[in-house]
């Protein structure tokens, strides 16, 4: 076939709705497309063709490149399987002969044998990770790199789904007879096909990771489901016995079961510790008491070192705050209001949030837990209290070390230790634990400030002044030095002069840039949301991709429904958290900034000072009445916040500068009455604007609800006046109440005798603080040795922060 040739040729797929544009095949110079080589270049199994998968605005490469193709990257479905492994990959990318060695390397990992389908596409199983997020693939071809990539986001396992069931008496000291049960029909369903049930154990030294297959529970198991075993028949050999504290349930299907259709090489349990496994030689080695010593020896070893605590976020005070400061703080699966979790690690409490960032040094995490009472639960008051983490749960960056493996690393540090202390000992030397794990005081907790957008060009501000009325275009929302959010407003009804919010951009100092606009009505996919990264479209709709840590922040779809795209929230390394939400065509916002960025932050939705009451800050710094007309203000201030075109992040730029929306109320439409509008709206401005800007009664609805949750949120994020823990440990008290004017009497001791002091006040102090009155001298003599001098110790050095921290604040507020 001749074709010409011209640069302004182009071969490929316009995704359409601005979804990108992708080449049917690129060489070395994009610009220099010789057409008449088509038919010669291997675009799949057959030389001239090209394969893709279009679905709605995401075009996916079906076929392979070509190898003398000098970009591109490796095409791989499942995107986002659980550190935990087992999930078997496909991968394209490259056109292979069968005669090719292929391997897949995960991260870190040694590289893994492909299962050769096609010349264009091979299988990998997932190996067991030590890290989360984003883990680069590569393909291996005879052992050399092929150069092509990719990036996998490996998700939490808690966030995937579960295909091995544990009985509860699996975490038990000891059993009689365990039963475990998979969903055979993800590994196989070809008839007869068999399994190796293994045990697999974790452990961690001081510079090492080490996975290691403890036992075979079952070899050669038909792959029916279910394998019964006697753990008497299954106990742990030599050095084993003291090194492993936890392991997993691996199922592994027979490789010669492996077909084409098979979605997992293995399938794998959660965690769980093994009493059962390490009994005998624990009971030989320490006697049937042999939990309280290795609680002992733990507790002794733990507490050489308690450094790691000094950098943890301080708890919320209340559900309330928790729940709102959404940037650093976000839902422990495991006990969630939101999940209908059970709460097995901390009974009675109705919710747990954990601090969303560990810290940076030791990769350490706070947890914090809630009663019915709204009131956070301390460690020192009950068993079930609120328990900071040695190794936070959800990992830390950089993964692939001690301490830092998701899930793991948190349960040999924080888990097991729990069980041997409290749970297999049912609570009798749960101190130990809680003395260790002591809940971070609440009452140095900074709440941070939120602003809200919504319907017609609503903005209410970090300040709480109210902005209305935002031209047509891109305009900054929020600007610091280093976080940048804007906003882009158009009409949504051509016949008014009146924007809505349909679309943002965010990016921090050194993260991905993520825009998140409303999908267009007449699109092919039922998503009322798009998102893009680094302008590729992503997806969060199943529940390994609903969280997504990305490249300096993290995306999560707030939906618990798997169907659902129409609900995020973003999550900036600044702790700054987003939420972005669509209703009737109109986004809904709202921005949580946290304390650090107060005073530097600047854009439409204000600069969050106490020094600038009432004033609007200009992008040149000047400050200007916030009490002037409005249309003085959209021109002064308002306008002054459009986004330039070298500044815009947005995808395609778009501003009309001409445009100018109506301050004035609306006449009511000829459907609508004034009677219907105040029975609805009451004394909303901005629900009566809308009322009668749209003529929709939804609309109106969601921009009441909205104000109302700004309103509520704001009085959540208020510093709570508390004395903090009464700290008498052992104590049993006739309340947890440590709000100021609160009185609690100290009852009794859980162990041990009373002294001192028993009943104390919370009560106001000169200087505007808080503290107990009389000065708190209660104390229970301990019963269990060393207790009670390490608890004087840490009730020093509290009174020591608290002072100090009282002192800052002082300074700080004058």
């Given amino acids: 076939m001749d074709l010409p040739s011209s640069p302004y040729h182009q071969a490929g797929f316009n995704g359409g709705l601005n979804g990108g544009w992708t080449d049917v095949y690129c060489g070395s110079d994009c610009s220099q497309i010789n057409f008449a080589e088509f038919p010669s270049l291997a675009g799949s199994d057959v030389k001239g063709r090209f394969m893709y998968k279009v679905t709605n605005e995401i075009i996916v490469r079906g076929g392979c490149l070509p190898s003398q193709s000098s970009t591109g990257k490796l095409e791989v479905y499942p995107h986002a399987p659980s550190s935990f492994g087992g999930e078997i990959i496909d991968i394209s ?93 993800f590994l196989s369903e070809v008839e007869n096909s068999t399994v190796d049930v293994k045990l697999i154990g974790y452990r961690e030294t001081s510079d090492q990771i080490i996975w290691k297959t403890l036992d075979i529970l079952g070899e050669d198991v038909p792959n029916n489901g279910e394998l019964i075993f006697n753990p008497s028949e299954h106990r742990c050999k030599g050095d084993d016995c003291n090194l492993f504290e936890i392991a997993q349930i691996q199922i592994q299907l027979d490789e010669e079961y492996v077909i084409e259709n098979s979605q997992y ?21 320490y006697g049937k008491d042999w939990s309280q010593v290795k609680c002992v020896d733990w507790y002794k070893a733990d507490k050489q070192d308690m450094s790691w605590a000094e950098n943890l976020l301080d708890c919320p005070c209340t559900l309330n705050q928790a729940l709102t400061d959404f940037g650093r703080w976000q839902d422990d699966p495991g006990c969630s209001i939101f999940k209908g979790s ?20 030791d990769g350490s995490g706070n947890q914090c837990c809630y009663g019915r009472d709204g009131n956070v639960r301390y460690a020192a008051d009950s068993y079930q209290g609120s328990t900071p983490d040695r190794s936070h749960d959800w990992g830390a960056e950089p993964y692939n070390k001690p301490n ?41 907790y900074k709440p941070p400030k939120t602003a809200a957008i919504f319907g017609e060009s ?11 009325g935002v031209g047509e275009g891109d305009f900054w929302l929020v600007k610091t030095p280093n976080m940048k959010i804007q906003g882009r407003f ?34 092919a996919n039922s998503r009322k949301l798009t998102v893009l990264v680094d302008d590729d479209i992503k997806t969060f709709d199943t529940k390994s991709t609903k969280w997504q840590d990305l490249r300096g922040l993290t995306i999560i779809n707030s939906e618990t429904r798997e169907d659902r795209h129409d609900n995020f929230t973003i999550i900036l390394n600044s702790d700054v958290g987003i939420r972005v939400g669509v209703k009737q065509d109109r986004l809904v916002v709202f921005v949580v900034l946290p304390q650090s960025l107060k005073n530097i932050s600047s854009g439409l939705l204000g600069s969050w000072s106490d020094n600038e009451k009432n004033k609007l800050k200009q992008p040149d710094g000047s400050l200007l009445s916030s009490s002037l007309l409005p249309t003085e203000i959209y021109t002064s201030f308002t306008s002054q916040w459009i986004v330039s075109e070298a500044d815009n992040l947005f995808q395609y730029s778009m501003t009309d500068s001409s445009f100018e929306p109506i301050f004035e109320l609306p006449p009511l439409p000829s459907d609508v009455t004034e009677e219907s509008v105040k029975a609805l709206c009451g004394d909303s401005d901005v629900c009566q604007f809308d009322y009668r800007a749209t003529a929709s009664e939804d609309v109106a609805t969601t921009s009441l609800h909205a104000e109302d949750w700004y309103h509520q949120i704001q009085s959540y994020q208020i510093p709570v006046d508390a004395c903090g823990l009464l700290d008498v440990p052992r104590g049993k008290k006739s309340s947890f109440n440590y709000n ?70 002082i300074f700080i507020n004058e």
């Fill in 458 to 468: 609503h903005l209410l501000r970090f300040d709480g002044i109210s902005l209305n």
């Fill in 342 to 361: 059970i709460c097995k690690y901390h009974i009675g409490a109705i919710h747990c949030a954990r601090a969303f960032k560990p810290t940076e040094a």
């Fill in 740 to 809: 100021i004017n609160s009185s609690i009497t100290i009852t009794g001791c859980k162990s041990g005798l009373l002294s001192g002091t028993t009943h104390y006040t919370c009560l106001p102090t000169s200087d505007g603080s808080v503290e107990w009155k009389p000065k708190v001298d209660a104390k229970c003599t301990s019963s269990i040795p060393g207790v009670e001098s390490m608890a004087s110790k840490n009730q020093e050095c509290i009174g020591k922060i608290t002072i100090l921290t009282i002192f800052i604040l």
């Fill in 93 to 185: 990318g490259l056109c292979i002969a069968n005669t090719t060695r292929v391997q897949c390397k995960f991260g870190i990992n040694d590289p893994v044998d492909a299962v050769y389908t096609s010349t264009m596409l091979y299988r990998c199983v997932t190996p067991m990770l030590s890290a989360k997020g984003l883990v680069p693939l590569e393909v291996l071809l005879d052992g050399a790199s092929s150069g092509l990539s990719t990036y996998l986001n490996v998700a939490h396992p808690s966030r995937t789904k579960r295909y091995v069931y544990l009985p509860d008496d699996m975490s038990d000291r000891d059993a009689k007879t365990l039963t475990v049960r998979w969903e055979s029909k």
């Fill in 490 to 523: 158009n009409r949504v009804k051509e016949n008014l002069n009146s924007t809505a919010l349909i679309g943002i951009t965010v990016k921090d100092k050194s993260s991905s840039k993520i825009e998140v606009r409303i999908s267009k009505p007449f699109s």
């Fill in 404 to 444: 830092r493996v998701p899930s793991l690393s948190h349960w040999k540090h924080d888990v097991v230790t729990f069980y041997y202390c409290c749970l297999w000992v049912e609570y009798k030397y749960c101190d130990y634990y809680m003395e260790q794990r002591a809940t971070r005081d609440c009452k140095n």
């Fill in 265 to 285: 090489g293995f399938l794998i349990s959660y965690v769980t510790p093994i009493g059962w496994y390490v009994v005998d030689h624990m009971v030989a080695e």
